[in-house]
């Protein structure tokens, strides 16, 4: 536990490129037939945008088809690699495709996450696409279409996308602005899934599993989040995350008294405007009245 | 199917530019005289602009001219080469012309793709041209003139285009913001061809050949296309592509129901609105009725 | 006491990484259960989200925790490394992560704050979080994941945080426009506190360890802060904070007039404006008679 | 005609300064006296600033004053060089003055075209300057004092205009905003030359000679030409340039029919608004009756 | 005095860090109590905020407590160092902290004028800090905490300030705008001093003794500053400054007459405002009458 | 005459400052007392701004002061070096001082126009100071203090101004904007002299001497300037500048009509506005009447 690095002639040689299989079957229960969806998808090379609000579970749906995907192809390793790129307002090509960088005496190229993607025919995911600075477009449609290319303008290369590789874009509806929207010759290139927040049965499931809390617990923190996510037209930008209850879950199970544990995990974290916090505790008081 | 890439003293070396020439046929239907007009501009070298909707073909047909063309110019190899960029609000003139990147102890100076068009009388294609920097203007316009110049100023160089260079662009019409246009004095450098959706018949053709559906639903599918384009002034921006219709084939043919498969493909790809979904889905119910 | 710098070849070789641990107690008082929140979120890998206005405590309240924290992790030295970065609107995802320095013939990696943290399983304390660029977002989000990865993008590598690594965030929810707010899917990754100035007792107590003024004028001071905070409604954007409070009982016990003290400190610091220093002159001299 | 390029370690010292003069006379017919107050200006070394609208020759009249000019300054070789730039928005002085380059162990320095030009005695033509970023200021003015100073700040030195520079820049009254205008203090050193479309007979002459299509046509062409400018206040941002009119020649003379010849070429080629084009059309049905 | 520089091997080595000591005693006449405020803010190590008008003495009154201070610290050398940054909108961290540079094929790190202030322990004064960027925020911030840290990210460093070290900063709080505001969990770091132009007697002997002018002259000057000050509400931005009152006592020392001065010195400068001219030159004409 | 520019290893050593003292006596007539005041300030060393328009004789008038001053200085060569910035929006603190550039294995240092001036004694004359970039700022203040110095730093060195440097700056008053504005803070630090277009007679004589058009000529265009002048509450943003005036008599003196003279260096020169021009060519007629 020391934060020394040693600064040693082999430091810049050891790179190493990280094989992102899941080793372990994550936690997803299916709310329709999304997994049939996105298996045809990815059989037929047909790229997918997942469409929701925030902490629905798009992003363990795909983090699930990547370690299901395997068994459908026969593939004897574990699952299909998954590389997870969280888009943002500064993120260029360069730093999907990648770059050169000085060496010594020598110029080497890295790779960045899309090229590495379509080398080893792995399940790029873009979350939150539209964040990302719109030179990336240069990247996706060219890999959208029947030839699947992607360009290496500073190499002079056309790479061929390997077999098993797909592109996976995510994004928040609820989010766009004139601004930051989708331009439609990309969204038009692209078979597109709506996901929103599981039901409660499903929803409590899942809070039970992941925070140790009784079942009881999570139940009521399941309909918390029901009627959170109805506040909407209160002044609530955005509905509550399954990750926050499953966190209020964890600090319940810790011995936190659930009134305080929801405040600190919910009524907090969602907002600073005194009004809607008082709305939210009143939604938590119903629940948990003692 | 591993993302391991070798670092070594050749890597850099290893660069090969692409002959982007198209092996096979791609399947295009005329529409008018499109092809002869096309064919008269390259041979008159006149530069070309493309002009339509999203998705209705304008890459295709540059796609399939560049396959066309090589019979008329009697040439053994197969058609000209073609080089498309997908512009962007980043795409600069440096990246169309070529740089210099260190190389250990040389600077070696690297083609960008509308230089090597110019050197290998290629069909240069910059798609959706509005949408890059301005200083790309400087490579248009001596591009356009009669004397067919490419400056490359960082290496004091003029260069000469090759028999075969074209320059074409394309845009879309109904995209255009006043701080995205055209300006006059770039576009009365061109020849201009509008493009439109394909009519039912052919549309209908397009899909069975691409998503293997049968011929019935391949009708169905442009019908719901044309239905789709008439709601344009009910909120919607874009009318539906012939790309969403031919995944939404696929899906059909691969045993999803109709109407999911239309929800996936072009509903939920098409837009955001709640009140637009709705209107769609009448009609695609209008039109799957069962 | 020169500032001649010696430039020798070994220079840029004395680069040592700090151990950022506190080697004495910071003075914190607890206003309820924060100390034991904070400890369970630590030990459940949640990470937390400090809100409050300037200068009532966040920092201090991180710093005391880094020290406390050792003794439940039974680890014989003192306290967990607490690396804080202040964020401003310049900051990206580089100067978090790292960057590559030239030196001589080769290429070293610079680990930034927070990779230095993830090593050495620290407390990784980004105060005013919303002052930094949007691309930091790509840092916090798969951190705050189950996994706890960091990407090194420009290394091609992904980091497991260490054992003891919390990401701590702390922002001022008065300050927050809408440009620079904290985006919902990144403030529903986190639990939340909220903190508030210290009751009097409290903080006279704190004027009057840090300052060695006398008991007495520690509660005037005290007094003083709580009916300033009361002014915001005529025109004063913020409180006053303990800080200067405790500036202020300096001045008076090196032996300047308390109403002089009080302008220097208080009246002058906390505003330009004429009519509101009239205001607070004004509960200065009530307080402060002679 | 192929792309490949091959990169050796002399790619780099290969590069060779174009001598830019024209060897065939351009094809112009002068309007008024512009020939001989150009040929005046010249000598006098008076700087001349071109104005007038898209396409309406002024680039064409510069090559051809380049072409003329060697007769009266008793030169063997043909013309006086011309140095032409395209200006645009991100278009610098350093672009215009030169820039260090690496080249393994050496930097070497690369002039730009203006320098060139100074060098060579050149005219140097800086299309639309107003495009240009405002640094180019820097440059311009010493060039148009007496003293005709060209001051490369990054060499340290000052450069004097060999005896047949001449500064000659173009730009677009109709398109200048508030943005966009030439300052005084750099108007104020340029005589101006207005230039507008050739009158009818004369623009006939032009596009007969080059397009090949008959007398007749170019005729009706011309009077399109000159409807067409008429319109301007129906919502046509910009005259059609004779080029345009030169491209539906040649489609003719290919034997493209006239309507459709001007559809291509002139129509859609000017606006994308419906309600203009259906204006320019039947300005051409009414010409082209057939 | 040529300006021709020698270029040699050594010319780079030759960097000498400047000991920015006063070696003559600065003229200041204090006005209130602002000389015993300085030096016990100096010796608690509390930082100071300097507030108050162009030119009425701010850098003067930091250059005489850096001269004066030396006896209090019973130091052999005079005065404590002092390190002043005039600040602007590009200003950035890296300016105040340092860089490095490419020295032949080593990379050497240069200190910024913080860290040189740091390391000799000098007084550092940021003059105008609202001008600079806002990255420079992380580096005042834990300068001022009770650690009085300088954190040198990219040498991986901490700094601890050495003891004689102060952070001074001023502003011009007529000056503020939205954008351009000191943040307050900045401003809350320090003890604040208002300045304002001196007293009229004060001001006199200044002029006189800076000037050279007789005293009549500079306490017709000095009632000059007065009553140019009090035409603010008639347009006039700001006030007169000391300084220029100076220079018009030069120039009547040299035998300009007085009303000719005051036009050069103090009308012309102040405002391009024909009015606001004319109602300051009536007040010259009322001082001045011959 | 030739643009080939050879490239050797000797080419980056070629290095020669300039020394850019006048070798002739400009021409200037002075107006009123400003050779008597820029003598003296020059000798207080106290900075000196010219305000006034366009083309009225501000660089001109610096020019004859740096050929005349160096009798008063006793010094045996001709005049005080002149070094002539023209600022404009990209001009920054590194383009005035001076920057490190790579050489082989080496970084040498090239001074910067001001750093020049400062070594050699020059005056340096930055024409349109508001043009340039706000980090400029940090220049000029320390050079208008009585320390005179410039901060180097990024040398870490700190120059004291040789005897003879002064700093003179223009601005023009019709120009400024709320954006563009000189601070007080720097204005404030320099005598302020306003010029104006010359009265008639001498302008003729101007006109006269530099065209050499006849007598007569001289005396109409320098009606026709004065009456131009007039128009401003036409609609005429800047009154027509001497030079234009010049240019005008030059084209007569080489049998150009006056009218046609006129049009082409004045009215097409001056604004763009068809009904602005009009009513300038009413004023040229009603001087050249046939």
């Excluded at 405040?263 to 969602?270: D, K, P, S, Y």
């Amino acid at each position: 536990m020391t934060t020394t690095e040693a600064r040693t002639d082999h430091d810049y040689k050891q790179i190493e490129v990280q094989e992102f299989r899941l080793t372990e079957e994550p936690f997803y229960l299916p709310v329709a037939d999304e997994v049939d969806l996105f298996e045809i998808a990815y059989e037929e090379q047909i790229p997918v945008l997942l469409k929701g609000p925030t902490g629905c579970g798009k992003t363990r749906f795909v983090e699930y088809m990547s370690w299901r995907l395997h068994q459908h192809l026969g593939d004897e390793t574990q699952g299909v690699p998954l590389i997870t790129v969280a888009c943002h307002e500064d993120l260029s090509a360069s730093d999907l495709v990648g770059r050169y960088l000085l060496e010594g005496d020598e110029t080497v190229w890295i790779d960045g996450p899309i090229t590495r993607s379509v080398k080893a025919g792995a399940i790029c995911y873009l979350d939150e696409i539209v964040e990302a600075r719109k030179d990336t477009t240069v990247l996706i449609h060219p890999l959208t279409d029947y030839r699947r290319l992607l360009p290496l303008d500073k190499r002079g290369e056309l790479l061929e996308a390997a077999e098993g590789f797909l592109l996976v874009l995510s994004y928040n509806p609820g989010y766009q602005s004139a601004l930051k929207d989708l331009k439609h010759s990309t969204r038009q290139r692209f078979v597109a899934i709506e996901f929103n927040y599981p039901p409660r049965d499903q929803e409590a499931e899942i809070i039970r599993r992941e925070s140790n809390c009784s079942a009881d617990d999570a139940m009521e923190l399941a309909k918390l989040g029901e009627k959170v996510r109805n506040l909407k037209e209160h002044g609530l930008a955005e509905g509550v995350s399954t990750r926050l209850l499953v966190y209020a879950g964890r600090l319940i199970s810790r011995g936190i008294a659930p009134r305080r544990a929801c405040q600190t995990a919910v009524v907090w974290g969602l907002t600073d405007e005194f009004e809607v916090q008082r709305s939210i505790e009143e939604v938590v008081t119903s629940i948990f009245p003692e």
